[in-house]
């Protein structure tokens, strides 16, 4: 609310919270009730932020959804580019930050929302609703979890002609709906060496000699001290650290009986941008020392198949 800063590095992409939640980790008033107008608008403003609270499962026939790194979203039908908390949005005049979740509901149960990060200035198109498409910029390509609950929900049923045509729109206008102007593999390599940076002056720290051996081995660092000798596998993530990735080589590297392995994971990375490039900072660690890997705690992702011979 006006008068009041939110603190937003304290949220993790991915963690979930209830509008409760939000206001006592950002250090701001707590709503009085499920109807307090300040927090069940959809869009709360604060004099650093605007929050935009969306549940995807609603009534009405607003279109809220992601595609990959972007988010199409529309306002209430009252809303048109004119009206000033639309303004504030397109202009980027205060950051938008998103916070999602499927349901209002589940069994009763109020169910809280998950934060997706920050969201750039919005292309918008039409009026009474608006509507919008973000990048966002704290986007995880490989999402799991209530995260990734979110990214993959759709609506069952297409759009009305008029709001299809909106959407093209937008789409001519950037050349194609490409995904965004940050390209997956260029993020996905500046976490790994943000993180990479980390470990290393973490093993540093503790006295190791320490070789990056990612280019060449199936682990990412190397490190000895004094007659002990660790691998370390290092992972970086935006969201909370709940599950990473992982290959069949660093598996099978860390099952190694000749070895000994560390799972070093740096999550709830924050990235913003400058010039078109993602900017890091914060990050929370998580050190698995002598680590691993269960067959209860994987999950497969892919498999190789083997097409038979004619």
């Not at 939000?22 to 069940?40: C, E, N, S």
């Not at 869009?43 to 609603?58: G, S």
């Not at 997956?184 to 993180?195: M, N, V």
Request: include cysteine; charged fraction near 25%.
């Amino acid at each position: 609310m006006q008068g009041e800063r939110i603190a937003l590095d304290q949220m993790v992409v991915g963690g979930t919270y209830s509008r409760e939640g939000i206001a006592l980790v950002g250090g701001v008033t707590a709503p009085v009730g499920p109807r307090d107008p300040h927090w069940a608008s959809g869009i709360v403003r604060f004099d650093n932020a605007l929050l935009l609270l969306v549940t995807l499962v609603k009534p009405q026939t607003y279109r809220d959804y992601f595609d990959g790194p972007l988010f199409w979203w529309q306002s209430q039908t009252r809303q048109s580019q004119k009206s000033p908390v639309i303004r504030r949005l397109a202009s980027g005049e205060l950051p938008a930050h998103l916070f999602v979740r499927v349901r209002e509901k589940v069994r009763g149960k109020t169910q809280p929302f998950v934060y997706c990060g920050q969201l750039s200035a919005p292309e918008l198109e039409g009026e009474l609703p608006v509507t919008a498409l973000f990048e966002v910029v704290n986007y995880v390509p490989s999402a799991t979890g209530a995260l990734g609950e979110v990214y993959a929900w759709h609506p069952d049923s297409p759009p009305a002609a008029a709001e299809d045509e909106r959407r093209e729109a937008i789409v001519r206008r950037r050349g194609g709906g490409g995904q965004g102007r940050q390209s997956d593999t260029e993020l996905r390599r500046a976490l790994e060496l943000y993180a990479m940076q980390h470990a290393t002056a973490h093993y540093l720290e503790a006295g190791y000699e320490v070789e990056d051996t990612s280019a060449n081995r199936p682990y990412d660092l190397e490190c000895r001290r004094e007659g002990v000798y660790r691998r370390v596998e290092v992972k970086a993530t935006q969201s909370a650290g709940e599950s990473v990735l992982l290959t069949i080589g660093e598996v099978n590297a860390a099952r190694d009986p000749g070895s000994t392995t560390d799972l070093y994971i740096l999550y709830g990375i924050s990235v913003a941008r400058e010039l078109g490039r993602p900017v890091l900072s914060r990050g929370t660690v998580k050190l698995i020392e002598d680590w691993l890997p269960n067959d209860c705690d994987l999950s497969p992702t892919a498999f190789a198949y083997r097409t038979p011979r004619e």
